[in-house]
């Protein structure tokens, strides 16, 4: 009878051995990588969509894909077809991230504010020192004033294209000492209030591309007796107005 059992539980042992080689056969050669060598592979996918997906198959694949993201300095979300949610996923796990671009294409980058209030959690927004929120229509003073409140070692920001007024320049004025270029190329809503108080309180100011905003040539003028070594770009409307620009 011990003989038996112990028999039964070889035998046992054995179709267990068994189906375990099994499943090892069956499982697709990816999963057997390490973790770290399938980090690295995740991270030479082109699409943030498909890398956004992938986070989702598993823990590990999850972990991985965070590892992956980890490393990274720059992100583009330019002409990918990312959300509110699996953008402010990815940003969240490049916590060494130092360069954002969510601009939109005519394949579509679609975040909004709801977007970028997450995005402004993030751990890596402080350190952040490029933005580009590049012709996104969906968002307006809300989440810009979000996410440029805790951006304070931000030096470039695009934010032309879009449908901010004055009061995202204000925030920016008051929470970007250390921006050195601005984009709001035809954001039509923006007034000579907000672009004075940008360059008042932004010092170290180089460089501003205005072209294709609704402000009197005068306006320039204006800026420059603030900040005489400004760079103002793309205003043709005041070529005639006897005002320098570059």
């Known amino acids: 009878m011990e003989r038996c059992g112990g028999g039964g539980g ?6 267990g051995e068994t189906a375990a080689a099994a499943a090892l056969e069956e ?4 999963e057997r990588l390490p973790a770290d060598l399938l980090a690295h592979v995740l991270s030479l996918l082109p699409s943030f969509h498909d890398l956004a997906m992938a986070g989702g198959v598993s823990r590990r694949w999850r972990w991985a894909v965070e590892r992956s993201l980890a490393g990274r300095r720059r992100l583009s979300f330019a002409g990918q077809r990312t959300g509110d949610d699996s953008t402010a996923r990815l940003v969240r796990a490049a916590v060494n991230l130092r360069d954002l671009d969510i601009s939109r294409s005519c394949w579509g980058c679609h975040v909004t504010d709801q977007g970028l209030l997450k995005i402004s959690t993030a751990d890596c927004v402080k350190n952040l020192t490029s933005i580009s929120l590049w012709g996104l229509a969906g968002i307006t003073d809300n989440g810009v004033i979000h996410l440029v409140s805790r951006a304070h070692s931000l030096q470039h920001l695009n934010i032309g294209g879009t449908f901010i007024t004055d009061e995202s320049l204000y925030a920016v004025a008051k929470s970007c000492m250390n921006l050195k270029s601005i984009i709001v190329w035809s954001c039509r809503h923006v007034t000579e209030a907000g672009l004075v108080a940008l360059v008042g309180g932004c ?5 501003i591309n205005v072209g294709g905003m609704r402000v009197p040539p005068e306006t320039f003028a204006a800026l420059l007796a603030i900040s005489p070594a ?16 570059s």
Not at 231 to 245: D, P
């Open 10 to 15: 070889g035998g046992g042992g054995g179709v």
């Open 27 to 30: 499982e697709p050669p990816v």
């Open 203 to 207: 010092q170290k100011l180089e460089c």
């Open 230 to 245: 400004l760079q103002i770009r793309s205003i043709l409307q005041i070529l005639n107005a006897n005002v320098q620009v």
